[in-house]
């Protein structure tokens, strides 16, 4: 389905709360992952090269799960994340976010970020970029059973919302999300201004494809 399906088609009675994915939906933050994740490789494998673009096909999921599917040494977590603190101040805020979710939680829509990173890294970036204020909830792959594409993350969100999964929209820009999304019994929206390029996305059978930020407002508003 495209953008211009209403959010009471997709959920009826309307939604009442929105779940989201952080990097790529809400912060732009892939240069400083890519470097993160360069500097943790030479620091802890050594020379060579660094199969950051591999690194970059797993969106979404939480650094350890990626390691281990990538065959590589879980010793790395502790310098990517150390220098993606350092170079946190270079993310920002995708345009167009802040404004979405001041619009959202002022018509009484709920709010939570469900992340593959850290519940601790991702509620530092959201402070540091002006986000924090704005959710009502951020919960971390950490802090979960299971990390995405599992449906913990989505269901602990719903959770502390205080709203069944009939009246939520999750939305990523991730097939990990989309998956993540379906199997807590979530309406799955795939973000195509994320890190994923669309046709991946669009594979991944989402059950409704926004291409600007703007779009999610009329989707759970109306309009």
Same mark, same amino acid.
């Given at each position: ?8 088609? /997709?959920? +009826? ?6 779940? /989201? ?8 933050? *892939? ?7 360069? =500097? ?13 673009? !591999? ?7 939480? *650094?350890?799960?990626?390691?281990? /599917?990538?065959? /590589? ?30 619009? =959202? ?5 709920? *709010?939570?970020?469900?992340?593959? #990173? ?12 002006? =986000?924090? +204020? ?14 995405? +594409? ?8 719903? !959770? ?34 994320? !890190? ?5 996305? #669009? ?17 759970? =508003?109306?309009?």
């Amino acid at each position: 389905m495209g953008a211009g399906v209403a959010g009471t088609a /997709l959920v +009826p009675g309307g939604v009442r709360a929105v779940v /989201l994915d952080l990097d790529g939906v809400l912060v732009d933050s *892939l240069a400083v992952a890519r470097t993160a994740f360069t =500097l943790a490789y030479r620091e802890v494998v050594g020379d060579g090269v660094v199969p950051v673009d !591999e690194y970059c096909r797993h969106p979404g999921r939480y *650094l350890p799960e990626v390691l281990r /599917l990538m065959g /590589l040494p879980a010793a790395m977590v502790e310098p990517f994340v150390r220098e993606s603190n350092r170079l946190a101040h270079l993310v920002t805020p995708v345009p167009g976010v802040p404004e979405l979710l001041g619009e =959202l939680r002022g018509r009484g829509i709920g *709010l939570a970020v469900a992340t593959g #990173r850290s519940g601790e890294r991702a509620r530092l970036v959201l402070d540091r970029v002006g =986000l924090l +204020p704005l959710l009502d909830h951020v919960v971390g792959a950490d802090e979960v059973p299971r990390p995405k +594409p599992a449906p913990d993350i989505v269901r602990r969100a719903l !959770e502390l919302l205080d709203v069944p999964p009939g009246r939520a929209l999750m939305v990523g820009d991730a097939p990990a999300d989309l998956v993540s999304a379906r199997s807590a019994g979530v309406v799955a929206v795939a973000a195509l201004w994320g !890190e994923s390029d669309a046709e991946t996305l #669009r594979a991944a059978g989402p059950d409704v494809t926004l291409t600007q930020v703007g779009e999610l407002a009329a989707l759970c =508003l109306g309009g």
